[in-house]
């Protein structure tokens, strides 16, 4: 038998190669972007919005369509402040019928940030008349009832601790006469928007504290304060600048009034951080000859750097600060007490189990006062704080605290350790 020919089966061989090939390489490209898509999600837990949207976007080239990935996408722009982008892709989840509740909810988010009221409204009610998820459905209510009602002009906040200090009196080490006691504290404050918004307006705000020795009444203190506070934002800087002027009393007797000037701002950075700058001036009045020492300015510079994620926010800053005070005059030496002071520290907390949250703060601060004739004082101060709370609500809480701290001088009666611990809770109104 002669074999048959078979010029003409390279073109019927030819589209299915072709085939195969397209069907090799799609599945590759799937395949890279479902890792591009994990890789996205990774960093979206970590905080780092705009790796997340590089992953996301680079999932999205390749062929990847879902409602999962549009929705990580239009969160990612969301947490980035870039509102249109992110609209885009939840409009898109609104094409998935069982995700199309869940993307009115955040469609009405992103119309408040826009200052969209009306087009906000009509996504928050139809996320309320068709999800199934209590919390979306409750959400929706309460942000209705917010945008339709009747803006709150005032909040208030008040904390109230029980404590135990080992040291009231900062005595050093080497002397038997530290005196220990027990105590409760209470601050409370409250503000009233006097005009426009709470974030963009004008309010009256005033604080009051108080902290009672059980036994060692002369080491009791007061303080209240009130003033004017202004938020604004200017261009990508959000700022809250406060005047204050206070009074404050020591083991029942006046000590001194003040007045306090405070400018902050913060502003965004890439993976969901922030830098925040603080300058801060107060002017102290004496008003018990005892501690006319304390009376003049005070000034104080910081800048910080904050950054969130999931679970925790991690902070760093430094602290400048310069005194202008009066001379500390004691039996046996006299000084300037104005000292130049640097502190360097950092702040991590944490959020575990539900409403758990462990807050470990550590900072470190060096003072240089003056050196006079008999006198050359150099503190070097270590302070570690850390917290427990227990956020029943937002705004309710249960609160736990240890604070120790150790001041090394050049001047042993400088020298010595403290540890404080309270136990309270705190009420926002």
Not at 175 to 194: C, E, R, W
Not at 213 to 224: G, H, K, L, R, T
Request: net charge negative; hydrophobic share 35%.
């Amino acid at each position: 038998m002669h074999a048959r020919s078979c010029s003409g089966c390279l073109h019927v061989f030819r589209p299915i190669l072709i085939i195969v090939l397209f069907m090799l390489f799609s599945a590759a490209a799937l395949a890279s972007a479902k890792d591009d898509y994990n890789d996205g999600v990774e960093f979206f837990k970590k905080g780092d919005y705009h790796l997340a949207i590089a992953s996301f976007k680079s999932a999205e080239k390749k062929g990847m369509v879902s409602a999962a990935l549009y929705y990580n996408l239009g969160s990612a722009y969301f947490k980035t402040e870039q509102y249109d982008a992110s609209k885009k892709y939840f409009t898109r989840v609104k094409q998935y019928p069982d995700q199309r509740a869940l993307a009115e909810f955040n469609l009405g988010m992103i119309a408040m940030e826009q200052n969209n009221n009306e087009d906000a409204l009509a996504h928050f009610k139809y996320a309320e008349a068709n999800s199934k998820d209590k919390k979306i459905v409750d959400a929706s209510k309460q942000t209705i009832a917010d945008l339709t009602g009747t803006p709150k002009r005032w909040s208030a906040f008040v904390l109230g601790n029980i404590g135990y200090d080992d040291n009231i009196s900062v005595t050093p080490d080497n002397l038997a006469l530290g005196v220990d006691d027990t105590f409760y504290n209470i601050y409370a404050s409250a503000d009233f928007v006097i005009h426009g918004k709470k974030q963009s307006g004008w309010l009256l705000d005033a604080a009051f504290f108080t902290v009672d020795y059980s036994d060692e009444d002369d080491f009791d203190q007061d303080f209240y304060t009130f003033g004017l506070r202004n938020e604004h934002q200017f261009s990508s800087w959000n700022t809250i600048t406060q005047l204050k002027y206070g009074n404050s009393t020591f083991g029942g007797d006046d000590l001194q009034s003040f007045y306090k000037l405070d400018v902050l701002g913060a502003r965004p950075l890439p993976g969901n951080a922030k830098i925040i700058l603080q300058y801060r001036f107060d002017d102290f009045t004496s008003k018990n000859p005892i501690y006319d020492y304390l009376e003049g300015w005070r000034q104080r510079a910081q800048i910080r750097y904050s950054r969130n994620t999931t679970n925790s926010n991690q902070q760093i800053y430094y602290e400048g600060e310069l005194n202008n005070r009066g001379e500390l005059v004691a039996e046996s030496y006299s000084y300037e007490y104005s000292p130049t002071r640097h502190t360097l520290g950092g702040k991590y907390t944490h959020k575990f189990s539900g409403n758990w949250y462990l807050t470990g703060d550590l900072a470190y601060r060096v003072s240089d006062f003056p050196a006079s004739d008999t006198l050359d004082r150099d503190d070097n101060r270590w302070t570690l704080k850390v917290l427990l709370d227990y956020r029943i609500d937002p705004t309710l809480a249960l609160k736990s605290n240890v604070t120790y701290i150790q001041n090394d001088s050049t001047v042993d009666i400088y020298t010595y350790d403290k540890t404080v611990i309270t136990l309270g809770v705190s009420k926002l109104f």
